[in-house]
Structure formats: C-alpha cells, structure tokens
C-alpha cells in the first residue's frame, strides 16, 4: 500500500542514468498487468536517444520534463494483433500504471503524458517514430531519478463511495 499511496507525478530529474535492468524490471511490471481476454495488446518502445527525448516537448505541450529524462517508455497498442475493441486502451493504461508504480518502487520518478486519442499527437509521435499507422501511441512516460520530492496526499473521498445503488 505505501509503494501506491506515496508514489507522485515527478517532473524533475537528476543527470543520472537508469539502469538496463531497472528499465526491464518496470517492462516486466507493465506486462503483468490485466487485460480484456488475455490478448496482452500492449507494445513499448523505449526512448534513451537524447535526440528524439529532446524533441518530445516539440510535439507534446505537457512533456517538458523529457529534457530532462534520461529515459522514457512509449506505451503503444499494435491494432493489427488481436485486440478486444474498446478495450485496448484499458489495458494500455493498466500497463502505464504498473510502469509508474514499478519506477517509484526502484526510487526511480515518472510521470505520464496522454498522447491518445489526441488524433495530432497521436500522429507526429508515429511519424517520429517511424511506427505503422496501425500502432497507437497511448502515452509517454518519461522516468528518471528524481530532482524533487513530492508529500504524498491523502485523497481519498468517501462521498464518492456508493454501495449497491447510486
């Protein structure tokens, strides 16, 4: 519960790379997550060449902090494979989720930044790329050591708790 209650969006980053094995550890994390069926349709792409980091705040207004990253995870979904329609993105974003937890548990920082269903986004992220029209881009998650710490908040609400009926 603490690795979930205390992990934040981390936007700064220390000039400190992150290990071959930290980086399989969250992959490993993000592929064990649930999916619709079982059909597991996520894909991730790794970004660790400073050039292309550098140019994610080009095509994305909120993903400054690649500058700073010396690494970030494309969570992406390869609609050719077999998917349950509709729901891809659900399980794109379990996997996501396990990503950022994963990288808190290893004192790493993340943070992640939509991309889809911004269709403009969505496009000049493939483009960059070099990936298949069919290959959705679903978020960036750029991971590093971070630079700042972040107070957990409590934010739970029990107004929003409904039993059997609204």
């Not at 980086?23 to 060449?49: H, K, T």
Request: proline residues 7%.
């Amino acid at each position: 519960m603490d690795n979930i209650l205390t992990r934040r969006s981390i936007r700064k980053f220390i000039d400190k790379p992150v290990s071959d094995e930290d980086i399989e550890s969250i992959l490993r994390a993000a592929m064990a997550s649930p999916s619709a069926g079982n059909l597991q349709p996520w894909e991730f792409l790794v970004i660790n060449d400073r050039e292309i980091l550098d140019k994610v705040p080009e095509l994305h207004p909120y993903a400054k902090m690649a500058l700073e990253s010396p690494v970030a995870i494309l969570v992406c979904c390869d609609t050719r494979k077999k998917v349950r329609e509709g729901f891809w993105i659900q399980d794109c974003s379990a996997a996501s989720q396990n990503i950022l937890l994963a990288a808190h548990a290893l004192g790493l920082g993340a943070v992640w930044c939509g991309i889809y269903p911004n269709e403009e986004r969505t496009k000049v992220f493939q483009e960059l790329l070099k990936m298949p029209s069919e290959v959705y881009p679903v978020n960036i998650i750029p991971i590093g050591y971070p630079a700042e710490e972040k107070e957990p908040s409590d934010r739970y609400e029990e107004e929003r708790i409904h039993f059997n009926k609204w």
